[in-house]
């Protein structure tokens, strides 16, 4: 392998130095009526007979019905609830739990008629109760991946001169020559461009090839650019940073640019860097409108098949920007 390394132009795009803070992921319940379908009505009785079979002797044994005597029959559920499923937490769940819980007692008095005889139900089958439930409980159960903060460091971020790995015997090709063996791009090393801050460039596929053409062609790109490696500090998930294929500068705004394979386009990890470079675009519009800056920066996913030698940057921008 041979390193081609090539400084940028002085011309840089001014790229604020965001840093997108971990987004956090938050689980929940959603309120529901209980199916009382299950939920046993009858108490045990306090005394029950208990013969063997074998020796046919015979002895009693009483259910407890005489446990700790509760201020709300509620109460016999919800403490089932949290002391039987590690899931449930008092501090976010508490309101449900008691909503819930209270749909059964209702249940239950509209059957007995009487709170004394609901409290025997409820001292009887506490535990079963609460995995029924628990089971519908978590049949309402969501999750979602909140952005938090997004903070600003000092100054701009720095375009870093870029040292790129090339094929042994791979020279520099012009970045506009159709290729006939598109599998093997990834070796290549491209040049001859008049708008890109470096003078050279590597591409991960043909479809990224095509994007420089429309980029080096289009009369409304001032500049564009492949970042470096965390060169952004956009995370999409755990310990996940995402980084742009392309920066491009127009006359009017400045974009984050993913050409992608169509099949591609609505992968679950594709969406997650799409969302996460959506909100790093709308907080770094904020800043530098802050600073007095004009141009807004948006996100732009585009699947491979768009980039046709009749498109224009603009059409792309207005059809997949997010």
Not at 13 to 25: R, S
Not at 225 to 231: E, L, Q, Y
Request: hydrophobic letters at 40%; one cysteine or more.
């Amino acid at each position: 392998m041979q390193e081609v390394t090539k400084a940028y132009e002085q011309n840089v795009i001014d790229i604020p130095n965001l840093v997108l803070a971990e987004p956090v992921t938050e689980t929940g319940y959603a309120s529901f009526q209980v199916d009382m379908k299950g939920i046993p009505l009858q108490a045990i009785d306090e005394q029950i007979k208990v013969q063997h079979l074998v020796t046919r002797e015979s002895h009693r044994i009483g259910a407890d019905l005489q446990g700790a005597r509760e201020s709300r029959l509620e109460n016999y559920i919800v403490s089932a609830l949290f002391e039987n499923h590690d899931a449930v937490s008092y501090d976010h769940d508490a309101d449900l739990l008691f909503e819930l819980a209270a749909q059964v007692v209702e249940h239950l008095r509209q059957k007995k008629g009487d709170d004394e005889e609901v409290r025997k139900v409820l001292l009887s089958h506490q535990k079963t109760i609460a995995q029924i439930v628990f089971a519908q409980m978590e049949e309402k159960r969501w999750k979602r991946t909140v952005q938090q903060d997004t903070y600003v460091s000092r100054g701009y971020l720095r375009i870093a001169t870029q040292a790129l790995s090339a094929d042994h015997d791979e020279e520099v090709r012009p970045f506009h020559e159709p290729l006939a063996e598109k599998r093997d791009i990834r070796g290549m090393v491209f040049g001859s461009f008049k708008r890109c801050m470096y003078d050279v460039q590597k591409f991960d596929s043909d479809d990224e090839r095509r994007f420089a053409e429309l980029l080096e062609s289009d009369p409304t790109v001032l500049k564009w650019f492949k970042p470096a490696k965390n060169a952004f500090q956009i995370r999409y998930a755990l310990d996940h940073h995402y980084e742009p294929d392309f920066v491009v500068e127009t006359k009017t705004e400045k974009l984050l640019c993913e050409p992608k394979r169509p099949d591609m386009v609505d992968e679950a990890r594709v969406v997650a860097k799409a969302e996460a470079a959506v909100s790093w675009c709308k907080h770094a519009t904020e800043h530098e409108q802050r600073l007095g800056q004009t141009k807004p920066w948006r996100y732009v996913l585009i699947p491979g098949d768009a980039i046709k030698p009749s498109a224009s940057l603009d059409g792309l921008v207005a059809k997949f920007s997010k």
